[in-house]
């Protein structure tokens, strides 16, 4: 069984440049000032690349996916 990986935005070094919604908008909103928004923090096995491409992408690497610690 794979652990769960989740999803964490740092909001200190995040400046909404919006790059993740646009990578993974199954999980990711963008408030109306660029920010995101995340809809489930747990991200399904499927959609694991993406979220790894989309933390990679991150500008200023604000965006972080964490495997469980539970």
Same mark, same amino acid.
Request: aromatic fraction near 2%.
């Given at each position: 069984?794979?652990?769960? !990986?989740?999803?964490? @935005?740092?909001?200190?070094?995040? %400046? ?8 993974? /908008?199954? =999980? ?10 995340? !809809?489930d923090?747990? @991200?399904?096995?499927?959609?694991? %690349? ?5 933390a990679?992408?991150? /500008?200023l =690497? ?8 539970t």
């Amino acid at each position: 069984m794979t652990p769960t !990986k989740t999803l964490r @935005v740092d909001r200190i070094a995040c %400046t909404g440049k919006g790059l993740c919604g646009e990578l993974l /908008p199954e =999980l990711i909103d963008l408030d109306e000032w660029g920010y995101p928004v995340i !809809k489930d923090r747990v @991200v399904p096995d499927h959609l694991r %690349t993406h979220a790894r491409r989309a933390a990679a992408a991150c /500008p200023l =690497l604000a965006l972080h996916l964490d495997a469980d610690r539970t």
